[in-house]
Antibody
């Protein structure tokens, strides 16, 4: 069974740091691009970051750029999100998701087809 | 930066009815690089549609996606009780891979 399990969330003061982890199993992790998505309380989904399967290409949402670093360890089947200088508005449930490429005859498309259950980050004094 | 606007914000329908959800982009979405997700409380989001119109594995054929350019639609032909949830569109053609604000599909 394909599975993603997030960990590392918790309560942190503004300005603090956290490192989120996402452990993958049931599929060949190194072959897939990965993303982080979050949902603040009472709000919608917000895309946070993307990393290619080798880690050579990375993207961030403007809301976290300069404060967050995405990385992966393919030998450990793990994805990470290092979060620094945390703000109250970073309070959210953080999901990792597999960003799968779907091929067709002429083109390819993407979709987040495997998700974890999320880890909660609370930033409060 | 692109903005995705979903409408309506809330849609109240009964089981058996047809649901039509809209997603409008502030600029053209490259190569129909648009996906739809269903999200129920306490669960992880679920991929429904990718490439604007291709159903993901295991998604019932009552779900269909259409559109191109700046206007996209998710249609649920005949609502089942388990379909009620929040639905999001997302573009992945160009970073940032933003989501729309969501449409809450609720039971009338």
């Amino acid at each position: 069974e394909m599975q993603l399990v997030e960990s590392g969330g918790g309560l942190v003061q503004p300005g603090g740091s956290l490192r989120l982890s996402c452990a993958a199993s049931g599929f060949t992790f190194r072959s897939y691009e990965m993303t982080w998505v979050r949902q603040a309380p009472g709000k919608g989904l917000e895309w946070v970051s993307y990393i290619s399967h080798t880690g050579s290409t990375i993207h961030y949402a403007d809301s976290v750029k300069g404060r967050v670093t995405i990385s992966r360890d393919n030998a450990k089947n793990s994805l990470y999100l290092q979060m620094n200088n945390l703000r109250v508005e970073d309070t959210a449930l953080y999901y990792c998701a597999r960003f799968t490429k779907f091929w067709s005859a002429e083109y390819y498309h993407y979709g987040m087809d495997v998700w974890g259950q999320g880890t909660t980050v609370t930033v409060s004094s | 930066e692109m903005v995705l606007t979903q409408s309506p914000g809330t849609l109240s329908l009964s089981p058996g009815e047809r649901a039509t959800l809209s997603c409008r982009a502030s600029q053209s979405v490259r190569s129909s690089d648009l996906a739809w997700y269903q999200h129920k409380p306490g669960q992880a989001p679920r991929l429904l549609i990718y490439g604007a119109s291709s159903r993901a594995t295991g998604v019932p054929d009552r779900f269909s996606g259409s559109g191109s350019g700046t206007d996209f639609t998710l249609t649920i032909s005949r609502l089942e009780p388990e379909d009620f949830a929040v639905f999001y569109c997302q573009q992945y053609g160009t970073s940032p891979y933003i989501f729309g604000q969501g449409t809450n599909l609720e039971i009338k």
